[in-house]
């Protein structure tokens, strides 16, 4: 007795592609949907990793540039020449404008307009510190050094604030 594979039974007309193609299919794969199935399973989380990982890139993009235009407004008002002639308010509010100049002009792609950053022309004073919106400028005075117009001696902190759109939809 001679064993002949399925695949190549002759069928009525005597060829062995006389079945029809869906059947012959149908019995090659029959788990045709699964492969599909898995890879929109698969595919969900992985695009969330991905979409993840694009958005701690730009979170720390935005976390990086605002470090460095806030030490950069720092480096600003250090370097400030006063003018002895103004009174300290005036002096202070040229140095903070120096400062925010040096903020926002360092601030790269980053947005420098409200909601993201936002900034107003006007200072508003509460002891030594200073602020407009997102930006404050707190001056601090050493035990060993006197309150002068100019500042010399004293430290200045440099605060700036952004606002980061998410892009990951669960998330925001």
């Not at 407009?132 to 035990?143: F, K, R």
Request: with cysteine; hydrophobic share 40%; proline share 5%.
């Amino acid at each position: 007795m001679r064993l002949v594979s399925p695949r190549l039974r002759r069928g009525a007309g005597g060829s062995p592609w006389a079945e029809s193609r869906s059947a012959r299919l149908a019995r090659a794969r029959p788990g045709r949907g699964q492969s599909l199935v898995e890879f929109a399973l698969v595919l969900t989380p992985l695009f969330l990793v991905l979409l993840g990982i694009i958005q701690f890139g730009f979170i720390f993009n935005s976390y990086v540039t605002l470090t460095n235009s806030a030490r950069e407004g720092a480096r600003s008002g250090t370097v400030f020449i006063c003018d002895p002639a103004d009174s300290k308010d005036q002096n202070d509010l040229a140095r903070n404008e120096a400062i925010r100049a040096a903020v926002v002009g360092s601030m790269n792609l980053l947005s420098t307009t409200s909601p993201r950053f936002a900034n107003s022309s006007t200072w508003t004073k509460s002891g030594l510190v200073f602020a407009t919106g997102d930006l404050v400028v707190t001056y601090a005075v050493p035990s060993d050094v006197t309150d002068t117009d100019c500042r010399r001696g004293e430290t200045i902190d440099v605060r700036a604030t952004y606002h980061q759109d998410l892009i990951i939809p669960i998330i925001s």
